[in-house]
């Protein structure tokens, strides 16, 4: 079955970081560019960066450069995403979102979300 | 960029037709072809429903439908059923990065 299972929920103190798990089944994340997305409490979704096919670019939302770090390990088929200097801004939940293939400008495979509470 | 703008809920009777609403500018709606929408049950995986605007992924159903005018894109779900209730959002590409609305709930009455 074609899935993306995320890492469980956390509870993280200010000023921490957090990593947090998106592992593959039935597909390669080799083959996908993924995204992190990320919704506060009763906001929208909030796009975070995408890492590309090779695992060695990244792209961030200029709000969380210097603070995110997405990677990639092909031999566990997982992405990571690692946020620093944690506030409470920061809870939220937090999903991997895997991006349609062939130039597709869409998402066709989520994750059920990791939620990661600041307090 | 602010978020694309979605109504909070909308509701309906089962049979019934509905359309959610998804405005944004002329910088990424307007620009693009490249809105899709996504139905969120709690605690499952959003599901990919419609994208480049009009178009429906294998599996899903006919009863779902997306459309764009301008600067707003619609998504339409005819023939209401229970399961339908569940939050929707859309989103949109632009220069820069996918830009997503702020979700709305779908009650079944």
């Known amino acids: 079955q074609v899935q993306l299972e995320q890492s469980g929920a956390e509870v993280k103190r200010p000023g921490a970081s957090m990593k947090i798990s998106c592992k593959a089944s039935?597909?390669?994340?080799?083959?996908?560019?993924m995204h992190w997305v990320r919704q506060a409490p009763g906001q929208g979704l909030e796009w975070m960066g995408i890492?590309?096919?090779?695992?060695?670019?990244?792209h961030y939302a200029q709000k969380f450069q210097g603070r995110v770090t997405m990677t990639r390990d092909t031999s566990s088929n997982t992405v990571y995403m690692e946020l620093a200097s944690l506030t409470s801004d920061d809870t939220a939940i937090y999903y991997c979102?895997?991006?349609?293939?062939?130039?597709?400008?869409?998402?066709?495979?989520w994750g059920r979300g990791t939620l990661i509470t600041v307090s | 960029q602010s978020a694309l703008t979605q109504p909070a809920s909308v509701s309906g009777s089962p049979g019934q037709s509905i359309t959610i609403s998804c405005n944004g500018t002329?910088?990424?709606?307007?620009?693009?072809?490249?809105v899709s929408w996504y139905q969120h049950h709690p605690d499952r995986a959003p599901t990919l429903l419609i994208y480049d605007v009009t178009h429906r992924p294998s599996g899903v159903s006919l009863r779902f439908s997306g459309s764009k005018s301008g600067n707003v894109a619609s998504l339409t779900i005819s023939g209401l059923q229970a399961d339908d209730e569940a939050d929707y959002f859309c989103?949109?590409?632009?220069?820069?990065?996918?830009?997503f609305g702020g979700g709305t709930k779908l009650t079944v009455l």
């Open positions: 039935g597909h390669s994340v080799a083959n996908f560019y």
């Open positions: 890492i590309n096919l090779s695992g060695v670019t990244a």
């Open positions: 979102a895997r991006k349609a293939g062939t130039g597709g400008r869409h998402f066709d495979l």
């Open positions: 002329n910088s990424d709606i307007g620009a693009y072809d490249y």
């Open positions: 989103c949109s590409y632009t220069s820069f990065s996918p830009l």
